[in-house]
């Protein structure tokens, strides 16, 4: 068997020599930087799908009919490891994306510079999103955020069960990803939380040669699966929660190639069993760039299109999430610039370039305006607050702020 | 303990010539700010197995260093000095640890959210150095070549996308004896120009035959020093306690002897030695190149595995590093990602290849080495020439080949270096 090498999303990777370091070519200011990379977001945006300049809509009827919404449904999917414009936004990156770019893009509230000022690697940054704080716990490590989630500002401010809210995460790494060690929140108030690739372990118990790839618990350290610690989804839950056989399970697992596609299947027996109001998926394909095939970074990126067309589309069918529901679809940082010298293109987020640090978000569904473009700034720890605005809690402790374009 | 503190009797546990040249520049270190020295003391620990080029910068930047007044010292590491650090940096052995300090203060510099600043405060330090001490220009212009595709008839993608508009697109090259053709026209350069690590072959399968001048890297067979770093790995994370920190901190230790090198016919590297007959001045050339290459396999990520990442990451290394006079790269089909249905089912056997993902891969490979090409002095005379190997595709870029032009004009690989030339 081999091992991928790890990557260190927690290092800067103070480049070998720093006497080797060389400024980026258009300009070594971050934030301008950023700004430049959103107006080329929605240059290609506006050549691809047709949307709209964003100020002009605002206080728009259908916002007015979304603000009305009872009973308002979230689902937010990220995914872990980024991907670049080149890859997909721009024009030759176009043809990756064609879900994103003809189907989703036209129906939703664009956001070209989401901004993450926090560390860059895919646990702690999942953890902000998830907190609204730029969290700091050790990435590689089994440990809970440290501020309160959305899932517990959600459930302790309206008063919600447990199947309220549910997390479908990748690895084992993300187990503690639903519920902080914050000492007003924390126990008992946090999302269930399902690990797909977990699950399969159990219930496949070793009975394959190859089953060690599968395990591998992340691309950024796969070689190591940190031990469970939180209240993760148990084997016999499946069939009590989401009424699927074991045998069932395995079966389908044998159609798919890859551990996302598990996450969506999941993801949507959950919405059809239990139906959460809050559930926040979180996929991690496209983070195989680590170990430096860019063909498979491409297969993972199209991959991802297609199973987040798929989840609008469940939505959209499903009864219970069908018109009342907002999708949020954001990566939770970006990779590193062919131009740094410091990194190696696509296959790290390790410079904190503004390349790797500014990403973008897409909303659509219930209250959220159709085709729109906004260049603002936003960071990735406004999402938590924005979320609060729509479904009625308070996110007192994050420290980003609800993004108006949505409320 | 901080800078001022520092004594020489501290680098006892450096190599020999590490630990000369760090005693003769003593004075200047005592100056430096914490959170900059030990990125510099991370080089000067390796200065034994470092490439001429490396050690001749490493030189000029702690001469230049020295030469500096308190003031301009000052002024120069005002960024520097400005990144608060924690205790338990403070406290820890960076003289003897450089390499984990950097890492931690890494982690450091993301918690407190000063990576921001240490970029601007690196960037200027880099482009104050640039201008004090100008990077020496090759003695002879540089010439990367790049060959991929090995084993793929046919394609559908279209090649060479990001690299045409800087050069020439040649769709009739004559691929008849083209490997042999460019080895060939690499050995004459490295015999015409001989200087130790100059000239470099790196073949992501098994080395074709080739001229004992050239240096050369293969992934083929690295595969005993593979074999024996995926079986140490495998070790120690079945320890209780490993974590990622503590393997990378292993693997780092990790010295040439623990993989087999040093052990004949495993070491897979031959380089050229006849210009001085020692590569590193007191210390064999081969020493020198097989910490190289343990480094590719420990620090890079996916070496071990995609031998298409093997390729790019070793030209990257090389070009970085060594800072050759001649590159040339072939991209070799890495195994093929079986997908999780594949997994589960536990089909075994050997992996199969993937030639067309290897394509892909070697396609975007074939940029990066151009764009780290040119991360070199003298980019300007630097000349780049990528062919789909067995076949007629071939992109030309150089000071004497049109920029975003298309050629249908029929020519073998001699006639095309001649044209770059």
Redesign the interface.
């Known amino acids: 068997m081999t091992y991928h090498l790890p990557s260190r999303p927690k290092t800067p990777r103070i480049s070998a020599s720093l006497s080797g370091l060389k400024p980026n070519a258009a300009s070594s200011n971050p934030l301008e930087l950023s700004r430049q990379l959103a107006f080329t977001r929605r240059d290609f945006l506006r050549t691809a799908a047709g949307v709209a300049l964003g100020s002009t809509l605002l206080h728009s009827p259908v916002a007015l009919a979304g603000a009305a919404l009872r009973k308002r449904k979230v689902v937010v999917i990220t995914f872990g490891g980024g991907a670049r414009d080149q890859e997909t936004f721009a024009p030759e990156g176009q043809e990756n994306i064609p879900h994103l770019i003809r189907e989703l893009i036209p129906q939703s509230s664009f956001f070209t510079q989401v901004v993450n000022r926090g560390i860059l690697g895919h646990y702690v940054a999942t953890a902000s999103l998830a907190t609204g704080v730029y969290e700091t716990v050790n990435n590689f490590a089994s440990l809970p955020p440290e501020h309160p989630t959305a899932f517990e500002y959600f459930r302790k401010d309206l008063k919600r069960p447990s199947s309220d809210a549910w997390v479908v995460a990748p690895s084992n790494g993300f187990n503690r990803i639903g519920e902080s060690n914050h000492r007003s929140y924390g126990a008992g108030l946090g999302a269930r939380v399902i690990l797909p690739k977990h699950l399969l372990t159990a219930a496949t118990s070793g009975g394959a040669s190859d089953y060690e790839h599968l395990l591998r618990d992340n691309y950024e350290t796969p070689f190591y699966t940190p031990e469970l610690g939180g209240n993760e989804f148990e084997l016999h839950q499946l069939g009590m929660m989401l009424k699927l056989s074991v045998d069932d399970f395995k079966a389908h697992a044998r159609t798919l190639s890859s551990p996302d596609e598990l996450s969506v299947y999941i993801a949507r027996r959950l919405m059809r069993q239990v139906a959460p109001s809050l559930l926040w998926i979180t996929m991690h394909d496209i983070d195989i760039a680590h170990a430096g095939a860019y063909s498979l970074y491409i297969d993972g990126i199209r991959r991802t299109d297609r199973l987040c067309a798929e989840l609008w589309k469940t939505i959209q069918s499903e009864p219970e999430y069908a018109d009342k529901t907002t999708l949020f679809i954001l990566p939770d940082f970006g990779r590193d610039s062919d131009d740094d010298s410091g990194g190696n293109g696509f296959q790290h987020h390790r410079t904190g370039d503004a390349l790797s640090r500014t990403t973008w978000m897409m909303a659509l569904g219930a209250g959220v305006r159709e085709g729109v473009v906004y260049d603002r700034a936003v960071e990735s720890v406004d999402l938590v607050p924005t979320l609060g605005s729509m479904l009625g809690f308070s996110a007192s402790l994050a420290q980003g702020k609800p993004i108006a374009e949505l409320l | 303990m901080l800078p001022l503190d520092l004594k020489p009797e501290q680098f006892a546990g450096y190599p020999p010539e590490a630990r000369k040249l760090v005693t003769e520049y003593l004075i200047a270190l005592r100056r430096l700010p914490l959170s ?1 020295l030990p ?2 003391l ?2 000067v620990v390796d200065y034994d197995f470092k490439f001429p080029a ?1 050690r001749k ?2 030189e000029k ?1 702690l001469v230049n260093l020295s030469s500096l007044s308190t003031e301009q010292t000052k002024e120069w590491f005002q960024g520097f000095a400005a990144i608060r650090l924690s205790g338990a940096l403070e406290q820890f052995d960076w003289v003897n640890a450089p390499a984990q300090f ?2 931690q ?3 450091h ?3 407190t ?1 000063q ?2 600043a ?3 405060a ?2 200027a ?3 104050r ?2 201008a004090a001490v100008p990077p020496e220009a090759p003695a002879i212009p540089r010439l990367g070549i790049t060959v991929i595709g090995q084993g793929v008839d046919a394609h559908e993608e279209v090649l060479f ?1 990001k690299l045409r508009p800087h050069g020439a697109y040649f769709s009739h090259v004559q691929p008849e004896n083209g490997l042999a053709l460019l080895l060939d026209a690499m050995a004459k350069r490295a015999k015409a120009h001989p200087a130790v690590h100059a000239h470099w072959y790196i073949d992501g399968g098994q080395a074709a035959e080739h001229d004992a001048a050239l240096t050369c890297v293969s992934y083929g067979a690295l595969e005993p020093a ?1 074999g024996a770093l ?1 079986n140490k ?2 070790a120690e ?1 079945e320890r209780p306690g ?4 503590t ?2 901190t292993l ?1 780092a230790q990790l010295r040439p002897a623990d993989l087999g090198f040093g052990r004949g016919a495993d070491r897979g590297t031959n380089q050229a030695n006849d210009a001085t007959g020692d590569a590193s001045g007191g210390k064999g050339g081969d020493a020198v190149l097989d910490r190289f290459q343990v480094k590719l ?10 031998s ?2 093997f390729a ?2 070793a030209a ?1 290394e090389a070009l ?1 590093r060594a800072q050759p006079l001649t590159l040339l790269v072939r991209f070799a089909p ?1 195994q093929r ?12 056997g050997p992996p199969e290849l ?1 030639p ?3 394509l ?2 070697a ?3 074939a ?2 080495n151009w ?2 090409q040119q ?1 070199l002095p003298g980019a300007e005379q630097s000349s780049f020439l990528v062919w789909f190997e067995n076949h007629g595709e071939a992109v030309a870029i150089g000071p004497s080949m049109p920029r975003g032009t298309e050629s249908t004009t029929v020519v073998d690989l001699q006639g095309m270096l001649s044209w770059m030339a």
Not at chain 2, 297 to 306: M, N, P, R
Not at chain 2, 337 to 348: H, R
Request: charged letters at 30%; zero cysteines.
């Open positions: 900059f990125s510099l991370r080089e490396e910068a490493l930047e950097v890492e203060l890494s982690s510099l993301w918690t959210h990576l921001d240490f970029r601007v690196a960037t330090y880099a482009e150095l640039r996308r593979r995926s790995m495998r994370i490993m974590g990622p920190e393997l990378r693997l396999l420990t620090e890079g990520s996916g070496t071990q595995v995609f298409t990442t790019q990451w990257r970085r890495r990602q079986k997908p999780m249905n594949e997994m589960l089912v536990g089909s075994g993937d067309l993902g290897s892909v891969d396609d975007i490979g940029y990066y764009l780290n991360r």
